[in-house]
């Protein structure tokens, strides 16, 4: 079948341009399954190619990133024998956006499952590069028009109205608009700080207040670590605990563990909580309720304890355990809420003991024995 469509395709070629060596070479390599494809070679050795792998006979393909970016030539498995590459300038390793676009070739509609991306790594290669090529960040658009000399003598020879119409249509314009109304924004934005701090009347008390957050942050940073050796033990597996971390307000977690780190007296508390699904590797953890996981916070994040305590399994490695875990602690919270919602007159003693927060009682800190 290979011999026939390339034998075909060859037939509108001179019967000189068939003997050249470069055809009888890639047609001994083509009949047995393998094929390349990059800029050397002539059109019509291309299209054949292009043709042979789309209708899948061939088995291995040696291409460049060209074959990868204009046509939809989809393949099983890709594999990227070499990360660098010459861009004219200097030896560089492959941008995000190249990478993704060669790698996405992997997998085939209707045929394959999944598809599979093999890189073949050198010593030059180290992780800083990895994540830069493999995050799905992409880099801003650039217009590369440049209002030269010999462009104005070209545009000398038509009218002006052409040539408003070239600028006006070009992206360079399009660009400079943009960034234009993106500085008029913030320019507006910055005037309504001045005159909002300007006409602050409270201005001396609000930096009182700052003052004395302040104060108070140091205060309880000693105190932690003067001794959370004592409060450590109130931080059991499985107590339900309130988290507030650097502005950010996690909610109620359960206690996984603690963890003794760099110095004495200094502890870590592992705590299963609500957070938002991360998008780039190595991004900090924020709140939110789209995904569930352990992070460790520092003992002085732990704002409240709950006195209940969840039963939790021996091994937490599982995602399917941890989501259980997950859901127990939200259908104790319901069911708590309904029976103090209808038994509060029998439930007074413990109402009038425990203060509710976002449904759940928390213990007195005073009358804890810290000390």
Known sequence: MIKKIFNNATNTLLEVDRELDSIKSMKTMLITGIGCHHSGLIPIIKEITELLFQEGLLKILFATETFAMGINMPAKTVIFAHLQKWDGTTERFLTSEEYTQMSGRAGRRGHDKYGTSIIVIDSSFNSTQCVKMT??????????????????????????????????????????????LMVGKKKKKLKMLINRTLNRKKYEAEAKLYLLKNIIKEKIDIFFSK????????FVSGRLVWISSENHHFGWGIIIGTKLRYTPNKFFVDVLTQCTLQQEAYSITKPGRTSIKIIRFRLSSIKRLSPFIINLPINLKSKEKIRNIWKKTLLFKKQLKW??????????????RFQLLDGLPILDPIKLSFF
């Open 339 to 352: 029976l103090l919602e209808r038994g509060r007159f029998y439930l007074s003693g413990f109402l009038n």
């Open 135 to 180: 995050s799905l960040g992409t880099p801003p658009l650039s217009s590369s028009f440049r209002l030269t000399y010999n462009m104005l003598l070209n545009l000398k020879k038509a009218d002006i109205q052409q040539i408003r119409q070239v600028i006006n249509s070009s992206f360079y314009l399009f660009l400079i608009e943009n960034q234009t």
């Open 227 to 234: 001794y959370s050796s004592r409060i450590i033990r109130y």
